[in-house]
């Protein structure tokens, strides 16, 4: 599945909250890329709910959003108890 947010209102503050937020979430796998996308989206995510791997990709060329003031958190998730 792939999600592709219409607006991004915040300029890049909602992608930087998506991304914060993702880091927080136990036993995520996550894979940020930076790429030039077709169909005017800045961000896009796509999710394989069985392996609960995420895939962001980042315009390289974005309206909204200023590639200069994106952060990537730094991910230590852990498999969350049985």
């Known amino acids: ?8 209102p915040g300029g890049g503050r909602g992608l930087n909250r ?9 036993g995520v ?3 940020v890329s930076v790429k030039t996308l077709q169909g005017g989206c800045d961000w896009r995510v796509g999710h394989k709910a069985p392996e609960n791997r995420f895939q962001v990709e980042v ?23 049985r």
Do not use: W
């Open 1 to 8: 599945m792939t999600v592709q947010p219409d607006a991004d």
């Open 18 to 26: 998506f991304l914060g937020d993702l880091a927080k979430c136990p």
């Open 29 to 31: 796998t996550a894979h």
């Open 59 to 81: 315009n390289l060329n974005p309206d909204r959003v200023d590639i200069e003031e994106l952060y990537v958190p730094e991910f230590r998730s852990a498999m969350p108890p």
